[in-house]
T-cell receptor, first 113, second 111 residues
Framework: NAGVTQTPKFQVLKTGQSMTLQCAQDMNHEYMSWYRQDPGMGLRLIHYSVGAGITDQGEVPNGYNVSRSTTEDFPLRLLSAAPSQTSVYFC????????????FGPGTRLTVL | SQQGEEDPQALSIQEGENATMNCSYKTSINNLQWYRQNSGRGLVHLILIRSNEREKHSGRLRVTLDTSKKSSSLLITASRAADTASYFCATRTSTGNQFYFGTGTSLTVIP
């Protein structure tokens, strides 16, 4: 199993550009989520999904969109990048019907100029 | 913010010593988890403790949970240089579908 994969590993954008961060998992997990990690702030939840076709907002959803058309994929879209979105982004997945750990991807380091 | 907080923010110890870090959270929880993050990497799950459990062990790890004080502690015994990492607690609330992470403790183990 590949686990949770994320692409790209690094990305530089200019203010106003849009892009999609990709996340995929091959463990048949119902729950998938996106976090951003900023120095001194820990991880903050952006959006999450408890199954295909179901998404919801986390703590910091503004400026981001998600969709979940399949169990495996959970892309995160930045609509119009801003310098405040410079961060490291992590995707995670887990089973949902029983309390289990989350599995994290390796992260995407995004810089918005 | 629903985030929890870890204490201390940073901890430096000699190899072989024990390391203790604490986590406080704000709401009723279903379970609490501890994760490790090595520099530049994703988080790796260490241990999960349910809200009806008070203590749990896994190898050199010991976790306690006090739901009346909304706090947890992680003890790493006989630390090794390879334990150098950041450690985060995460809670799943009893009413919601969200996980909340603390701000992390940066542990340095000096060989």
């Amino acid at each position: 199993n590949a686990g949770v994969t994320q692409t790209p590993k690094f990305q530089v954008l200019k203010t106003g550009q849009s892009m999609t961060l990709q996340c995929a998992q091959d463990m048949n997990h119902e729950y998938m989520s996106w976090y951003r990690q900023d120095p001194g702030m820990g991880l903050r939840l952006i959006h999450y999904s408890v199954g295909a076709g179901i998404t919801d907002q986390g703590e910091v959803p503004n400026g981001y969109n998600v969709s979940r058309s399949t169990t495996e994929d959970f892309p995160l879209r930045l609509l119009s990048a801003a310098p405040s979105q410079t961060s490291v982004y992590f995707c995670a997945s887990s089973y949902w019907t029983r309390p289990r750990e989350q599995f994290f991807g390796p992260g995407t380091r995004l810089t918005v100029l | 913010s629903q985030q929890g907080e870890e204490d201390p923010q940073a901890l430096s110890i000699q190899e072989g010593e024990n390391a203790t870090m604490n986590c406080s959270y704000k709401t009723s929880i279903n379970n609490l988890q501890w994760y490790r993050q090595n520099s530049g990497r994703g988080l790796v799950h260490l241990i999960l403790i349910r809200s009806n459990e008070r203590e749990k062990h896994s190898g050199r790890l010991r976790v306690t949970l006090d739901t009346s004080k909304k706090s947890s502690s992680l003890l790493i015994t006989a630390s090794r240089a390879a334990d150098t990492a950041s450690y985060f607690c995460a809670t799943r609330t009893s009413t919601g579908n969200q996980f909340y992470f603390g701000t992390g403790t940066s542990l340095t183990v000096i060989p």
